[in-house]
């Protein structure tokens, strides 16, 4: 399985921006980029995904490196609501019914 | 209406016991997982169905095995619970699509083997 690296902790100021970066230097062509947070005492809830181009939705940017081998989840303006658990996960095309989570960075946003 | 559904969201029971978690889907989705996260918080993919089928079965005891009714609906039973087993076990589904496939979680189901 491709796998991804992340920082184990991350602290942000509230309404300020966050930049949570994610290494996956083994990634393949046809492996989306996924984002997952776990707010506590909640089940995973996506964020974002994309492939070769970045991406914005209302909750996150997602930027994705030129070469694909990392990428960064941009939230714009932290909010304590944000606090949770972020994981970057690779999801081949190809192996869509296969999600896997690695140990995520955990962000923890101070008022 | 909750998406993805689990029964019941806490469940404390003796060792060598015998229970089960429920889980419903109300989108229509084709694909549904059991994920289990254990103390240290890693979320690990137990199973995955599709339309009924099995896909993924990881390396998992087969004390737990899961059901799948309909298409709406994938359960989870495990024989001679042991303290081990205590976790956090997340349902989740997916529509059948092979691009942007997002997974949706319930909240999930607190195990504790005392």
């Known amino acids: 399985d491709a796998k991804t690296t992340q920082p184990n902790s991350m602290e942000s100021n509230e309404e300020e921006p966050v930049h949570l970066p994610c290494n996956h230097s083994?990634?393949?062509?046809?492996?989306?980029i996924h984002w997952y947070r776990q707010l506590p005492s909640q089940g995973p809830e996506y964020v974002i995904h994309?492939?070769?181009s970045n991406v914005n939705n209302r909750m996150a940017s997602l930027a994705i490196a030129e070469d694909r081998k990392s990428s960064t989840l941009i939230l714009h303006r932290a909010t304590l609501r944000d606090a949770a658990v972020y994981y970057c996960i690779l999801r081949d095309v190809y192996n869509n019914n296969d999600m896997r989570f690695g140990a995520g960075t955990r962000l923890t946003v101070k008022p | 209406d909750t998406a993805v559904s689990q029964t019941p969201k806490y469940l404390v029971t003796q060792m060598g016991n015998d229970k089960s978690i429920k889980c419903e889907q109300n989108l229509g989705h084709d694909t549904m997982y059991w994920y289990k996260q254990d103390s240290k918080k890693f979320l690990k993919i137990m199973f995955s169905?599709?339309?009924?089928?099995?896909?993924i079965n990881e390396t998992v005891p087969n004390r737990f095995s899961p059901k799948s009714p309909d298409k709406a609906h994938l359960n989870l039973h495990i024989n001679s619970l042991e303290l081990g087993d205590s976790a956090v076990y997340f349902c989740?589904?997916?529509?059948?699509?092979?691009?942007?496939?997002?997974?949706?979680f319930g909240e999930g189901s607190w195990l504790t083997v005392v």
């Open positions: 083994t990634i393949s062509g046809t492996d989306y």
């Open positions: 989740a589904s997916s529509p059948g699509s092979i691009v942007g496939n997002t997974i949706y």
């Open positions: 169905y599709n339309n009924k089928e099995l896909i």
């Open positions: 994309g492939l070769t």
